[in-house]
């Protein structure tokens, strides 16, 4: 019989209240307060810190305060990930997110999601869907990623938008839900 820890790394339904993810979660909430009270000046620990948290972490990450996520192992991000102001990562499944990301104040990245069923609910059920963002990405103010999502390289989200589907390469989104407004072409 699967602990609930295997379940959830499984990808499948789990209890939310066990206590061996939940010392998991106090883990993570434990290293994101020391992450956000550290000083700008302090880059080594701020880099130290974000690579005990994260579960894989290219060159240079840059994170401003106040960074929140649930378990932080399932979160791997790529060179020059730079996450601004309060932002939030439910971290439920893997979230992937490719070289060269920018994350704008308030983005949110969730993959963490609960049935449909109302007693599934009741009993703390939880599930997760996997989130992928690929290189080049700029996730605007605001905007808010939905379990399930991929999305392409060279991606803008739109400030303050809701994406609940996967787009593909170099487009411009926007909209609550998400639409593509126009191809964003690299410079050649």
């Known amino acids: 019989m699967k602990t609930e ?40 620990q701020k880099d130290k810190v974000i690579r005990q948290l994260f579960g894989s972490v290219g060159k240079d990450p840059y994170i401003q305060p106040n960074f ?4 932080g192992y399932n979160i791997h991000v790529g060179d020059n990930f ?10 439920i499944a893997p979230v992937t997110i490719g070289d060269h990301c920018l994350m704008a104040p308030h983005a949110q990245i969730y993959a963490a999601y609960h ?11 939880g599930l997760g869907k996997p989130v992928t ?5 700029w996730i605007g103010a605001n ?3 939905l379990p399930g999502v991929t999305l392409g390289n060279n991606v803008i989200v739109g400030a303050n938008s809701t994406v609940t589907k996967s787009f593909g390469d170099n487009v411009i989104i926007a909209g609550s839900p998400a639409k593509v407004l126009r191809k964003n072409m690299p410079k050649k």
């Open 143 to 145: 905007a808010v990623i």
């Open 115 to 125: 049935p449909y069923d109302p007693t599934d609910r009741a009993n703390f059920i």
């Open 82 to 91: 730079l996450c601004n102001y309060d932002n939030v990562i439910l971290d």
């Open 68 to 71: 929140r996520c649930d378990f």
């Open 5 to 44: 820890k295997e379940k959830f790394l499984a990808g499948e339904p789990y209890q939310i209240m066990d206590p061996e993810l939940a010392a998991d979660e106090t883990r993570s909430r434990r290293l994101c307060k020391i992450l956000n009270e550290l000083d700008d000046a302090a880059v080594e």
């Open 133 to 137: 963002i690929g290189d080049n990405a």
